[in-house]
């Protein structure tokens, strides 16, 4: 008697073994080349080979949507490479098998989007085009012009941060690298999202203002371990030799602050 079970079999792929490397395409939203990976791969492969549960898939243009620099590698070696069709596969899905993998990391996930046309991801990439000292916690924070602003993974994956303000986030990094002249530690996060709170919540606050107090009393600004610490420090800073009617008071914002 037939086995029932086989009945529910169906095919949903074809593997194949080949060097036929021409035939296959790079896909333009996958994530960028990593020469020093492709490098590692082709150590690993020399002594192992194409390993068979490492097939790179494609659609049905023949474009890799998972695999790139295992297919670099193969073709360096001028090994055969192993091929998964995949039918009906999308660029979105480059997004669905990478996070499986956790292969992706928030500079690969704003070149997806970025390349898909969505403007906040293209801020994100010229922000830190313009201002390479910023990492990319911090470029997420001063764009989305808020205080330990930190969008949740599954948000930032599906393209869905939002880039509130270019103008206002240039105008902080402007600010913050003036200050680095003068404070090593301007650049993180912490320090950050305590210069944003004191612009967001105190209108008496002003930036030239405390940089030109930071600079004839450098001394005074001291590393922190959290933004309300600094927002403190900051509030040292600034009233320092500050008649006591013209100093600003951020206790509300010491309260309120995450830490």
Not at 11 to 27: A, H, L, P
Not at 137 to 151: G, R, V
Not at 161 to 189: D, L, Q
Not at 216 to 224: A, G, L, S, T, V
Request: aromatic share 12%; with cysteine.
């Amino acid at each position: 008697m037939a086995n029932k079970n086989l009945s529910q079999d169906k095919q949903v792929g074809s593997i194949f073994r080949t060097t036929y490397y021409e035939k296959y395409k790079m896909n333009d939203f996958n994530r960028d080349i990593k020469e020093s990976h492709v490098k590692n791969l082709m150590s690993k492969m020399r002594e192992f080979g194409f390993l068979p549960n490492k097939a790179i898939s494609v659609n049905e243009k023949n474009e890799i949507i998972d695999g790139h620099h295992r297919f670099l590698a193969a073709k360096a070696l001028n090994i055969p490479v192993l091929v998964q069709i995949c039918k009906g596969m999308r660029d979105e899905d480059i997004l669905q098998v990478n996070q499986d993998q956790i292969n992706w990391d928030k500079h690969n996930y704003t070149g997806f989007w970025a390349k898909k046309g969505n403007e906040h991801y293209k801020a994100i990439q010229n922000f830190m085009l313009e201002f390479p000292k910023f990492k990319m916690t911090q470029t997420l924070i001063l764009l989305s012009n808020e205080p330990n602003a930190h969008p949740k993974t599954e948000v930032f994956q599906k393209g869905k941060f939002v880039a509130k303000s270019y103008t206002k986030a240039r105008e902080y990094a402007k600010v913050i690298t003036e200050i680095a002249n003068t404070f090593n530690k301007a650049y993180t996060s912490k320090f950050i999202s305590a210069l944003i709170a004191c612009d967001m919540k105190c209108k008496e606050f002003s930036f030239s203002e405390f940089i030109d107090k930071l600079q004839k009393f450098p001394d005074k600004m001291q590393p922190r371990i959290s933004t309300r610490n600094y927002v403190e420090n900051i509030q040292e800073v600034y009233n320092y030799h500050r008649p006591k009617k013209h100093q600003i008071d951020l206790s509300h914002l010491i309260k309120d602050i995450e830490k």
